[in-house]
């Protein structure tokens, strides 16, 4: 079967314009999460959706940064206004969650983005 | 704050045995996760540790003591594709069962 796909894979944008980043979760997966991955960095948390339940913001670095989930399936993560330091590797994982712990996350293969 | 801690870069020569640690300091834990990414791929699952002690699987192994904040990943008969990041990471910090991320240990296996 599929795993978690992205797109793009890669992005090239002039500092402040709008970006908006795709993720398409294994289907059946409840749990969706972004992540961000700076050069020489580990992965920093963005956000979190779990069914129906109103998402974890909590990771989101600012409020240029926000996501949606439609039909509980694919997510968009959006960032307004983008900032050089916005140019990361966002990664998007799903994993089939009954709201443990153990889950094993699927992760896509991330957008690669680029903030002339 | 939650505090993961890993080497920053490993090397190791094909064929040998190499240890890469872990250690965290984080209020709440539930289990450890090792992933291994090659550059520019993404992360896929190693292991999960929830219980003290050694769990093995082929060559990898991963071990943890709960009471130590500690955690190592083990990799036997090293091959040239394992040089890849290893990135240690623990659910339960804060409370979440959002996995919490070390920034991973860098492994260049050298013939």
């Known amino acids: ?116 | 704050g939650q505090n993961i801690d890993q080497p920053t870069e490993m090397t190791a020569t094909e064929g040998a045995i190499v240890q890469i640690n872990c250690t965290y300091q984080t209020s709440g834990f539930n289990g450890l996760f090792w992933y291994q990414q090659h550059a520019g791929e993404a992360p896929t699952f190693l292991s999960y540790n929830v219980l003290d002690g050694l769990e093995e699987k082929g060559r990898f192994s991963s071990f943890l003591s709960r009471s130590k904040g500690y955690s190592y990943l083990l990799l036997k008969e090293l091959q040239m594709k394992d040089s890849a990041s290893y990135l240690c990471a623990v659910t339960g910090a804060g409370g979440s069962y959002i996995p919490t991320f070390g920034r991973g240990t860098s492994l260049i296996v050298h013939p």
């Open chain 1, 1 to 116: 079967g599929a795993g978690v796909s992205q797109s793009p894979s890669n992005k090239v944008t002039e500092k402040g314009k709008d970006v908006e980043l795709r993720c398409d979760p294994i289907s059946g997966h409840t749990a969706l999460y972004w992540y961000r991955q700076s050069l020489g960095q580990g992965l920093e948390f963005l956000i979190y959706f779990q069914g129906n339940s109103a998402p974890d913001k909590s990771g989101l670095p600012s409020d240029r940064f926000s996501a949606e989930r439609t039909g509980g399936s694919v997510s968009t993560l959006t960032i307004q206004r983008t900032q050089q330091e916005d140019s990361a590797v966002y990664l998007c994982a799903s994993s089939t969650t009954s709201g443990g712990a153990g889950e094993t996350q699927y992760f896509g293969p991330g957008t690669r983005l680029l903030v002339l």
